[in-house]
């Protein structure tokens, strides 16, 4: 063998080594490629009817039933009051229905069961709120476009039958099982940044698919159309910005009953929070993590069982992470004690704040500049401590960030603080 023969078999040899690495890469990603794909017609809501077709995906998702604390303590699938571990936010949320009936989030089968039944729907409430709980809200477009979303949400919900709650037409095309978006709240803010969502590679659509739901939002004044709130980018201080424009005309959610400020409610901006974290940046999906493999009969399959991840630490962890369940339990667990410390305290900053406001506010000859000024600190700081209070992963999602905001917080509710000591003339607090 000369010499160029010997570095012609050098060089298959490592490029051997290398697309046996990519393929085996890739493959961690691969689709379950022994699915057989069923033609299911357009307009079928019922899972059960999909079921039949794809019995390993419909028999995990019915799990989404179990309900379970995380063993971490924070999240978890149990229908407990999240003000029972805050109770800031009853003072915070004064005013606004989340102070009365707040619960953890539990698995999708129970969407519509818990919007029927939570205090703060009301004769008010518009139907805009069945966007996120049911995949009728494909028919409900095609037929009204955002027409749907101004009507009484008592007469929509009374055209959903009781199987209408989030499932497989949420995330599937029926005709070839394809991922797709059917709220167009998503569709539009991304259209706006530019990106057609219907072009969306597989890898982005493993994370879109959960982000047309768990995202924040505003509700357009008098159409009551959902709007993201994305325009300017997705962190705390962005989307901040964005409100202040008066986006739409949108100025408040509500207003806070005692330090009168005009107050804006953060609704799970999960989908945010993890796209400017580690593992958004690095392509890591909300599939990858919430949906990992699993194997029966010897078919590879994805879990359709969407909960914390923490209950199947190694399928969901292990493809990517070599360090064992023990240590990346601990890192989760380190992660959310440290963050709701920093969200703890900065809650009841935030309730010092309102309180302070309130008093100065009583005083005779008050300085109104100087109380506008603590109004609007006192908003920003509740929109910061908000921002990872109401996001659902206690911090995980994006470690830095949420500790960086929580702490934020804090310290626009002392600023806001001093504001109405000096509106006052007097030390208040
Ligand atoms: C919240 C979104 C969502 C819902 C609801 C959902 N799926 Fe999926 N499904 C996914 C994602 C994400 C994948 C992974 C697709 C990929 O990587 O290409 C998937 C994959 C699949 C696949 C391909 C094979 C596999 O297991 O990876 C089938 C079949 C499937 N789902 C059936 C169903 C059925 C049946 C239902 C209803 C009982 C359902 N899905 C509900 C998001 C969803
Ligand atoms: C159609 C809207 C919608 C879509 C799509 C959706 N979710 Fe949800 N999700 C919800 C709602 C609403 C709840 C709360 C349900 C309740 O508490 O009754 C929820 C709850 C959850 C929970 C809490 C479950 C528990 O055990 O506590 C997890 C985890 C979750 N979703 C993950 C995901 C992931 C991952 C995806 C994408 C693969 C996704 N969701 C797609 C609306 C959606
Ligand atoms: C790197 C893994 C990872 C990725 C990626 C990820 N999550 Fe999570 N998620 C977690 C962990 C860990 C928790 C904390 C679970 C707990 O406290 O029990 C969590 C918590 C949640 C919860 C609350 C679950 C509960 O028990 O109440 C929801 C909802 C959720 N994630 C949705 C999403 C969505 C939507 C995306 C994508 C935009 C996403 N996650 C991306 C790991 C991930
Ligand atoms: C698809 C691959 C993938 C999966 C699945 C995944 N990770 Fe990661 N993780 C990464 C990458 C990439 C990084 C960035 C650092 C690096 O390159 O090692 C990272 C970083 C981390 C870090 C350090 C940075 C930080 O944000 O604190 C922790 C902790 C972590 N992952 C925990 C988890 C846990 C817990 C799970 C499961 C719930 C998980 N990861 C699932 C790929 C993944």
């Not at 924040?216 to 964005?242: C, L």
């Not at 599939?287 to 199947?312: F, V």
């Not at 920003?380 to 206690?394: G, H, P, R």
Request: hydrophobic residues 35%.
């Amino acid at each position: 063998m000369n010499k160029s023969q010997k570095s012609m078999i050098a060089l298959l040899g490592v490029l051997l080594v290398f697309f046996g690495f990519v393929i085996t890469r890739i493959g961690i990603a691969k689709p379950a490629s022994t699915v057989k794909i069923a033609k299911i017609p357009a307009g079928e809501y019922d899972p059960a009817v999909w079921g039949k077709f794809y019995p390993l995906q419909y028999e995990s998702y019915k799990k989404n039933s179990i309900m379970e604390p995380s063993p971490t303590g924070y999240g978890g699938s149990l229908k407990v009051q999240k003000s029972d571990m805050m109770p800031e936010i009853k003072t915070n949320f004064k005013g606004n229905p989340f102070s009365v009936d707040y619960t953890e989030d539990r698995g999708h089968v129970y969407a519509l069961e818990d919007i029927k039944e939570t205090k703060r729907i009301g004769p008010k409430s518009p139907g805009a709120c069945i966007t996120c709980k049911t995949p009728y809200l494909e028919k409900l477009v095609q037929e009204t476009g955002w027409g749907y979303a101004k009507l009484p949400f008592s007469q929509v919900m009374d055209t959903i039958p009781s199987h209408g709650y989030i499932s497989c037409a949420n995330c599937h095309d029926p005709e070839n099982m394809n991922l797709r978006v059917i709220n167009p709240a998503f569709i539009e803010a991304m259209d706006r940044k530019g990106v057609d969502v219907t072009k969306a590679s597989r890898e982005d659509m493993r994370s879109y698919v959960c982000g047309q739901c768990h995202a924040e939002y505003f509700f357009e004044p008098n159409t009551s159309r959902v709007v993201f709130p994305w325009d300017k980018g997705s962190k705390p201080s962005d989307i901040y910005a964005y409100y202040l424009d008066k986006p739409l005309g949108f100025v408040q959610d509500w207003q806070h009953p005692d330090s009168k400020a005009a107050m804006l409610k953060a609704q799970h901006p999960d989908f945010e929070t993890w796209s400017t974290g580690t593992h958004g940046k690095a392509g890591v999906a909300c599939a990858d993590c919430h949906m990992p493999y699993e194997r029966k009969d010897g078919q590879k399959y994805s879990s359709h069982t969407m909960t914390s991840p923490l209950k199947n630490l190694d399928a969901a962890c292990g493809t990517c992470h070599t360090q064992g369940s023990a240590w990346l339990m601990d890192q989760v667990k380190t992660t959310q004690d440290y963050t709701f410390e920093v969200l703890h305290t900065a809650g009841q900053n935030v309730t010092r704040a309102h309180e302070a406001i309130k008093k100065a506010s009583e005083i005779p000859n008050v300085n109104q500049d100087e109380l506008a000024n603590a109004r609007e600190l006192v908003r920003k700081a509740q929109w910061y401590w908000d921002f990872v209070a109401a996001e659902s992963s206690m911090g995980f999602h994006n470690p830095d960030q949420s500790l960086n905001s929580a702490a934020q917080a804090s310290e626009f509710a002392r600023q806001a603080i001093e504001a109405a000591n000096r509106a006052a003339g007097i030390n208040l607090l």
